[in-house]
């Protein structure tokens, strides 16, 4: 007696991996919407790149500068035991801190403002 299949259960047959689908191919870059690789012409230093971004947004690089100078200058005075003054140095850190965050995002806000080229 011969084995036969029953009716509707197909045969399991070995399928060829030529038609796997690959999610993704490592040999390519990704395909991103909007994005242009080749539109960058050369490689920035990071100085060229730190002034670029200063000049965008001038303001980042400012609440910087004042959030570090708080925090040494705070620091110095609580060495010191001066209380009064580095409470009040640290306070000046918090809002240099919070300046430099509403700046990034008021920047981040600008630059998708922009319209495109």
Do not use: H, W
Not at 4 to 26: H, I, L, N, R, Y
Not at 61 to 83: D, E, H, S, V, W
């Amino acid at each position: 007696m011969a084995a036969t299949a029953a009716p509707g259960v197909p045969e399991k047959t070995p399928k060829s991996s030529q038609s796997a689908f690959v999610p993704f191919d490592f040999s390519e870059p990704p395909i991103i919407e909007g994005f242009n690789p080749l539109s960058k012409i050369k490689d920035e230093t990071l100085k060229e790149k730190f002034v670029r971004k200063t000049k965008e947004n001038p303001f980042v690089p400012l609440g910087c500068l004042g959030t570090a100078a708080a925090l040494i200058y705070g620091l110095r005075a609580f060495n010191q035991g001066k209380t009064r003054q580095s409470q009040l140095l640290m306070r000046g850190r918090i809002f240099a801190q919070g300046f430099t965050v509403v700046a990034i995002i008021f920047g981040v806000f600008t630059t998708t403002m922009k319209p495109k080229p």
